[in-house]
């Protein structure tokens, strides 16, 4: 009787553990065992076969950072970030600011400036490169009417990579948006009938009001954008695969040609590791930087 | 003129702004439709054309000879199913875990799980290709699907409906003495279907539209998805123009008339999670 009971106790307190169980023995293989082995293998020179490898040390860290494409495709990424993010929070802001109140042409817009969602990076990719192509596609022969010349969008090596900064906030500044509207929405109404029995200004109150009260979230997409704007490969992969003259290649873009490309994944997994420090380090500094604009 | 006549003169130039974004956003997959319809020798045609003279198939069926677009199709219907419904189930019994039992290195486990969301994917892609790889499932349905199905922003949502649901609830169930799973299957869950929803929609279309994994971990022609298999399509060969939108616009539709179907979901999932792009 005593052993039932110890038993049926014994089981009880073993469900919690059954019900995470399959989430945590995936996650367990699929994600902590490659995020420790990429520390491993970058220690090593490795190929996709996984014969013939050689023990290197910090042989592949030397090697990354005497590379020029590294250093090339770090210099593509953090333009990427610092003409994509501010570009992309700026229409979200405007288009959310405009957009808040839920009136039906309000929700008409809303939900077209979503829609690119839906999209894949390939679809995204073979649309725009023909639209923006230099002999059959539309935009590139509308340029030419207004006396622009034909323009080379998608091979030139200064102003190729905007061009895929526009595909991407194409893709994806309605997502910003439709974020920043469920913020703005919440924001109490008793805030901006104070400011109307003041006689302030719909700007002066968006400004006043509005952007103080969704400060997290602005914080939040921010942090998002950079940290995405680390990761991206999709967009380039399906337009210029790096070029022309690898003025698009991003880190991720070079991770992947040194990996499956060029079949170096000791090398590559070093890559990774450099990626990762960026990242956390990057959300580290802004995470605190939040915290203190806060607390001020 | 009235205040109310003056803003709405106001509102002109604004909506006028809206309306030309809005197509910016429309146009280019309109002009790519109709594009897929027209002849090649249309497409190749200088100038440009905006609506097809003569409507016409040819693009579609050389896109079925020149890939095995059906496989495509199929492969990336398996991969967005299979990859959502068991991820689904296994997130929310993870999720309700978390949220309605105490139980020794919860917070732990729970941390642990949170801290996989900060690793971006593209930093462990290599390693996990070789894990995969070296269990013998490279090029397999298993090596597509398996490493997909925890994923750690489900487990957070699921815990964040399950933590909003009475606490009653369970005591009424533990009364009627159903099984712990019960429990969860018959009266917890029901009570979280609209997040269930979300998480399938995002999740279909994730996987729907995923490059780069299917990339690294399908090595034949007959495994390939859509998005990828339409990827090395266009890399390959550039001069395909015709082809390219009709693929283009085959990847599209599905998850265009789910759009229609389910914005609200997500416009929700979007909200809620913060996704990316």
């Known amino acids: ?296 | 003129m009235s205040i109310r006549m003056k803003r709405r003169v106001a509102g002109i130039p604004i909506f006028l702004l809206l309306l030309i974004i809005a197509l910016i956003v429309l146009l280019p997959v309109l002009w790519m439709m109709i594009s897929s319809f027209k002849p090649a020798k249309e497409i190749i045609s200088f100038p440009p054309t905006l609506f097809f003279k003569e409507f016409s198939l040819e693009n579609y069926l050389r896109l079925s000879k020149r890939l095995k677009i059906f496989s495509y199709v199929q492969n990336s219907l398996i991969y967005a199913t299979l990859t959502t419904l068991p991820s689904v189930f296994i997130c929310s019994l993870a999720g309700y875990a978390f949220a309605r039992f105490q139980f020794k290195g919860r917070n732990f486990l729970f941390i642990t799980v949170l801290a996989t969301m900060m690793i971006p994917f593209q930093v462990i892609m290599i390693p996990l290709f070789l894990v995969v790889k070296t269990m013998g499932m490279y090029d397999s349905y298993a090596g597509l699907i398996l490493p997909k199905l925890a994923v750690a922003i489900s487990i957070f949502m699921m815990r964040s409906a399950f933590v909003a649901l009475p606490k009653e609830l369970d005591e009424a169930g533990r009364i009627d003495g159903v099984t712990e799973f019960g429990l969860y299957w018959k009266i917890m869950l029901p009570q979280v279907v609209p997040t269930m929803i979300t998480m399938m929609i995002l999740g279909v279309n994730a996987a729907w539209n995923d490059l780069m994994w299917p990339l690294l971990v399908t090595g034949t022609t007959k495994m390939r998805t859509l998005a990828n298999g339409l990827a090395l399509f266009i890399g390959s060969d550039t001069s395909e123009y015709g082809p390219a939108f009709a693929g283009a616009l085959i990847s599209i539709m599905p998850m265009l008339v789910l759009y229609i179907i389910g914005q609200r979901y997500f416009v929700e999932g979007a909200v809620t999670s913060g996704l990316k792009g």
């Open chain 1, 1 to 296: 009787m005593e052993m039932s009971i110890g038993k049926k106790h014994l089981r009880k307190r073993m469900v919690p553990y059954l019900f995470i169980a399959p989430v945590m023995l995936l996650l367990l293989v699929f994600n902590i065992v490659p995020l420790l082995g990429a520390f491993g293998t970058s220690l090593f020179d490795i190929t996709t076969t996984l014969n013939n490898s050689t023990f290197l040390g910090l042989g592949n860290f030397q090697e990354v950072f005497t590379d020029w494409r590294f250093w090339n495709s770090l210099k593509v990424t953090f333009k990427w970030t610092i003409v994509e993010v501010p570009i992309q929070l700026f229409i979200a802001i405007s288009l959310a600011g405009l957009l808040t109140k839920n009136t039906k042409s309000n929700k008409i817009f809303r939900a077209i400036y979503f829609m690119p969602i839906i999209c894949s990076a390939t679809a995204t990719g073979i649309m725009w490169k023909l639209i923006l192509h230099s002999n059959v596609g539309y935009v590139t022969y509308m340029f030419r009417l207004l006396g622009f010349g034909k323009i080379n969008f998608m091979n030139n090596s200064d102003i190729t990579i905007y061009v895929i900064v526009f595909m991407s906030v194409w893709k994806t500044f309605g997502i910003s948006t439709t974020i920043l509207i469920g913020a703005m929405q919440n924001v109490p109404n008793s805030l901006y009938e104070a400011a109307d029995i003041d006689n302030c200004g719909k700007f002066k109150q968006f400004f006043y009001i509005t952007l103080p009260s969704v400060k997290p979230t602005l914080w939040f997409l921010v942090m998002t954008r950079v940290i995405g704007s680390f990761q991206v490969f999709d967009i380039v992969y399906t337009t210029t695969g790096g070029g022309p003259n690898y003025t698009t290649e991003t880190l991720v873009s070079y991770i992947y040609t040194r990996g499956f490309e060029i079949n170096r994944m000791g090398y590559a997994s070093a890559l990774s590791i450099v990626l990762l420090a960026i990242v956390l380090l990057i959300t580290l500094v802004m995470y605190t930087a939040m915290l203190r604009r806060e607390t001020d």
